[in-house]
């Protein structure tokens, strides 16, 4: 990942190195962060989680293959707090990429090769860390966070950065295609994001982009915070 350069959609007009002082982390502010929920075991928990006062952090990856060194690389990380208007949105562009798959980047995210700015990995997470600080999630919230967080905590381990200063181990995970899995199929095989909200009939998008997956996951989250037996037996 040292040839990556992250594309990056600012949403201010304050100085970029304005941004990365406020954004560094403290050891204070990610204890706060870091105190964790309750654990969402069914989906009566989770309606009550909810339709409760905790705040939910939904967060979603997309990949490339790295065919040099075989191995999954971060491509793109979203994330926006459910019910909320707070989001972010990072796309990273990697150099060492071949030139057929830097096309197939930039047309999958409709960016242009100018947009590519300069910024590490370790930057990006201190803007996320920032977010987590200011948005305090009690849970981060995933629809199969496996390779997620196995990429995120090897990202992490190149960084050297301290096992309690990664949010996503530090605040309640739910993974909620597994929450699904074992509720509906009875801890049978998840199925992917796209399929399940064609089961539910929401409106189609374009998968595989994490800014609109995160807008996917929030709508199952907001299915399953209706109470659908009392809807089905109120008559």
Not at 36 to 55: H, M, P, Y
Not at 88 to 112: C, E, G, I, K, T
Not at 130 to 159: C, G, H, K
Not at 211 to 232: G, H, M, P, S, T
Request: aromatic residues 12%; glycine residues 2%.
């Amino acid at each position: 990942m040292q040839d990556t350069t992250p594309i990056i959609h600012f949403g201010s007009f304050l100085p970029v190195t304005t941004m990365i002082l406020h954004s560094l982390p403290t050891k204070e502010k990610l204890s706060s962060a870091g105190r964790k929920a309750s654990k969402i075991e069914d989906f009566g928990q989770l309606r009550q989680v909810l339709n409760g006062d905790a705040r939910l952090l939904i967060l979603d990856l997309e990949f490339y293959q790295d065919q040099k060194k075989h191995k999954n690389c971060v491509a793109q990380i979203a994330g926006r707090m459910f019910e909320g208007h707070s989001s972010f949105n990072y796309h990273l562009y990697a150099n060492n990429m071949p030139a057929d798959r830097q096309l197939s980047f930039l047309q999958q995210y409709d960016l242009r090769f100018s947009e590519a700015a300069t910024y590490s990995i370790e930057q990006i997470f201190q803007r996320i860390f920032n977010f987590i600080d200011i948005e305090q999630p009690d849970y981060i919230v995933s629809w199969d966070n496996s390779t997620d967080f196995e990429l995120l905590n090897r990202e992490a381990n190149r960084l050297k950065l301290a096992k309690d200063e990664r949010p996503w181990r530090t605040i309640q995970s739910l993974d909620l295609e597994r929450l699904v899995a074992k509720e509906v199929w009875k801890n049978k095989s998840g199925i992917s994001l796209e399929k399940m909200c064609r089961l539910l009939h929401f409106p189609p998008i374009k998968y595989h982009q994490a800014q609109n997956d995160v807008v996917a996951i929030e709508q199952i989250l907001k299915f399953y915070a209706r109470d659908l037996w009392r809807e089905l037996n109120c008559y």
